[in-house]
């Protein structure tokens, strides 16, 4: 049988296979999210200083394009050694 088409686009199971939580694909894509956000804001200003959205969307709200960004792998999630040693500690206790 056919996978049930959603409206949903990237497909949140393609989205979490991506990321170890909801947590961390909320912060990502929120973070994101306001990185096009303030790209697009400065384009007239002629600053540059913002990384340009890496995929070729028909959306134009910030969050949707930082989603598809995640599902085609052109955003990870990175953490520093002192976030990883706390996650570590947090999910052994």
């Keep these: 049988m056919p996978a049930k088409s959603t409206m ?3 497909p949140i199971e393609d989205l979490l296979s991506k990321v170890d939580s909801k947590f961390s ?16 804001s400065q384009l ?5 200083a913002i990384v340009p959205p890496q995929v070729a969307s028909v959306s134009r709200k910030p969050l949707s394009i930082a ?8 955003i990870t ?7 990883e ?8 206790s």
């Design 44 to 48: 007239g200003e002629g600053l540059g």
């Design 77 to 83: 999630l990175t953490r520093s050694a002192e976030a």
């Design 25 to 40: 694909l909320v912060s990502l894509a929120a973070k994101r999210g306001r990185q096009i956000n303030s790209y697009f």
């Design 8 to 10: 949903i686009y990237p």
């Design 85 to 92: 040693a706390a996650l570590r500690e947090t999910t052994a």
């Design 67 to 74: 989603l598809e960004e995640i599902a085609a792998d052109k």
